[in-house]
């Protein structure tokens, strides 16, 4: 179940995330975009603001975005995005998309419901999709300054995970960047692909 505190926050702070994020480059999400079929169907889960899925929808891609924060839903609606309120218990489709983005959203799941979302994210995924995935480094869980509850998890933990439900990672990035919260936090992105016979 997603941490209804962590919510609050993103209701309070919709704004401040949409222009935090605003007009940055994103290389992860080009590489993502280049590498969707023509006219592709893609899964945006947790959306935000919008950013990443206006830029896939104009890039020709079939976008479904959604968020559990009802306030970041109604910027990106604002914005042209098609997005709904939804949690990661809402991705219940079956081979239905050709790429699945989460960028630095399921972070936020509790470490129990980890593998099983990842289940339902490969189960929605069609054979040979393409999933996203960005997270913090790190172990157990912790709030932030500004009363995000946090899962952190291990470059071998996050391998091991998507591994188990047919995922293979194609590209894994670590770095460092400065958040919404103001702080220089370790992640680590990967794009894993679901197995071609699945």
Not at 142 to 168: A, F, K, M, N, P
């Amino acid at each position: 179940m997603t941490d209804a505190r962590t919510i609050a926050v993103y209701d309070r702070r919709a704004a401040d995330y949409a222009q935090h994020n605003a007009g940055q480059p994103n290389a992860d999400l080009a590489a993502f975009i280049a590498a969707m079929p023509k006219n592709g169907q893609v899964l945006e889960l947790g959306c935000g603001p919008g950013t990443a899925a206006r830029q896939m929808k104009e890039s020709g891609l079939y976008v479904d975005a959604i968020d559990a924060s009802a306030a970041m839903v109604d910027i990106a609606c604002a914005a042209g995005v098609k997005a709904r309120r939804g949690t990661f218990d809402d991705v219940t489709a079956s081979d239905a998309y050709d790429g699945i983005w989460a960028s630095f959203s399921l972070l936020h799941a509790a470490p129990i419901d980890l593998p099983r979302h990842l289940a339902a994210i490969a189960h929605a995924l069609r054979p040979s999709g393409l999933f996203h995935i960005a997270m913090k480094l790190g172990s157990g869980q912790q709030r932030d300054r500004i009363d995000r509850l946090y899962t952190y998890v291990t470059e071998d933990q996050l391998l091991r995970l998507l591994s188990d439900v047919g995922l293979h990672a194609v590209s894994v990035r670590t770095g460092v960047d400065k958040g919404l919260a103001g702080t220089d936090d370790a992640f680590i992105v990967i794009q894993a692909r679901k197995d071609a016979d699945a």
